[in-house]
């Protein structure tokens, strides 16, 4: 089974500055997808960056971007000049890419709680 | 847009109450999912569904059931809630990969559940 750890609970930054959220996880597939997710208080889940393990080129959504590390299973989260609408609970997930799998859904971290301070 | 409806943002149920909680989704996906999120514990799953009237037992299925009877709609049944079951419930939808979709799940807004 894929564990997904995320070992910061919670992280502050100071607006407009980089902050960058950890993540490793546990698999002994070869073919799988990265995912972070976004959850601001009292609102919906949102999708924020998505990495295929394959590709080797990190993804990069505007002021968020990935430092995929598939030897190390590593997959960390930047965010560059943080803004106050940033602030929110942010999961690393993992799904499976091998064929007949994934339709068990994704395998979450517990979360950073990221703080940013005006 | 994708969009996933989870018919209450808000129950308050009794202990020993049956509860349902709805999901509909609007982009004819065929997964479908039901995770439950607590403090400390991230988002973990419940049961699956990738097909009409099939379902697969997640990572915590103990006193929960679901049922799939239209493609659109997922729900989660609590036999008899119990106050171990106070949490907040996610619905999520996706694709098959058959359709070379790439892996995202689809999330509603989530259903707050307080079992007094």
């Known amino acids: 089974a894929q564990t997904v750890t995320q070992s910061q609970p919670e992280m502050s930054v100071q607006e407009a500055e980089t902050v960058t959220l950890s993540c490793t996880y546990d698999?002994?597939?070869?073919?799988?997808?990265l995912f972070w997710y976004k959850q601001p208080p009292s609102r919906q889940m949102i999708l924020v960056i998505r990495?295929?393990?394959?590709?080797?080129q990190n993804a990069t959504e505007n002021r968020f971007s990935v430092n995929f590390q598939k030897a190390a299973k590593s997959f960390s989260l930047k965010i560059s000049d943080s803004q106050l609408g940033d602030a929110a609970m942010y999961f690393c997930?993992?799904?499976?890419?091998?064929?007949?799998?994934?339709?068990?859904?994704?395998?979450f971290g517990k979360g950073t709680h990221l703080i940013i301070q005006p | 847009d994708v969009k996933v409806t989870q018919s209450s943002r808000y129950l308050v149920k009794r202990t020993g109450e049956k509860v349902f909680l709805e999901c509909v989704q609007d982009?004819?996906?065929?997964?479908m999912f039901w995770y439950r999120q607590d403090p400390g514990l991230g988002l973990r799953l419940i049961y699956f569904?990738?097909?009409?009237?099939?379902?697969e037992k997640g990572d915590i299925p103990e006193g929960y059931s679901v049922s799939r009877e239209k493609k659109e709609r997922f729900s989660l049944i609590l036999e008899s809630a119990s106050t171990n079951q106070t949490s907040m419930y996610l619905c999520?939808?996706?694709?098959?990969?058959?359709?070379?979709?790439?892996?995202?799940?689809?999330f509603g807004e989530g259903s707050r559940l307080t079992v007094l």
């Open positions: 999520a939808s996706s694709p098959s990969f058959r359709t070379g979709h790439t892996g995202e799940l689809f």
């Open positions: 698999t002994s597939e070869s073919d799988y997808y």
């Open positions: 990495q295929e393990a394959y590709k080797q």
């Open positions: 997930a993992y799904r499976s890419a091998v064929p007949g799998g994934g339709a068990d859904g994704l395998t």
């Open positions: 982009m004819d996906h065929e997964n």
């Open positions: 569904s990738y097909d009409v009237k099939m379902k």
